[in-house]
């Protein structure tokens, strides 16, 4: 995903730096407010050129409709993007409904730009959640690692094996190895975002991890 920092859509300005989402969305609004109206003739004569590769045809369509965007954007508001973020998803999905409508045997443009930035926007919030749950399941994970590998030290008096922490958890090697790094990784950076999760205190010297 790009930075947010300087969105602008098409060649209609140079990046600039915001300070928050806000800052973004009014310059957004203001490119909007700014564009001359597209008539249906003009619309039709850019959708030509831009099937043959006319890059400035297609930046003034995407500019033209940076208004259907942002609606679509805000319609999806809180659902685990920013709206500024869902912009420039759906730009993104705009500039493939001008470079594919040629191609579409849809006779109106403007319901099948609706359907495809729709659509980009919608898979991007799909990955964001699927990212935050893969990120969940790690720290989940890692705080297991963690409780187990002191407890099988108490246990055994000694640093445990991979085998011996993989057993208890009842995962794969190749898994156990793969969160052990991620400790590791962790405990060097002193990332205390998920050591907080870590709690020597909360293990159950029964031989099972809270929880289960």
């Known amino acids: 995903m790009a930075s947010r920092a300087g969105r602008r859509i098409g060649r209609v300005a140079q990046p600039i730096d915001y300070d928050d989402d806000d800052e973004i969305l009014t310059d957004l609004r203001r490119q909007v407010s700014s564009m001359p109206a597209l008539g249906a003739a003009d619309a039709r004569r850019l959708l030509e050129r831009s099937a043959l590769g006319d890059r400035t045809s297609q930046d003034r369509l995407v500019a033209a409709n940076l ?43 403007a319901p099948f730009a609706e359907r495809i930035v729709a659509q980009h926007m919608d898979e991007a919030l799909a990955a964001e959640a699927a990212a935050v749950r893969d990120a969940e399941l790690l720290v989940t994970a890692a705080s297991d690692y963690e409780r187990i590998e002191l407890l099988l030290a108490r246990e055994l008096h000694r640093a445990p094996t991979e085998a011996e922490i993989a057993e208890r958890l009842e995962w794969t090697v190749d898994r156990t190895r793969y969160v052990a790094l991620v400790v590791i990784e962790a405990r060097r950076r002193h990332d205390e975002e998920l050591l907080q999760f870590i709690d020597p205190d909360a293990i159950d010297f029964d031989g099972t991890v809270d929880g289960e």
């Open 67 to 109: 208004a259907l965007v942002i609606r679509l954007a805000e319609a999806r508001d809180e659902k685990g993007l920013p709206v500024p973020d869902l912009v420039q998803e759906g730009s993104i999905g705009l500039v493939k409904a001008v470079q594919t409508f040629a191609d579409s045997d849809e006779p109106d443009f």
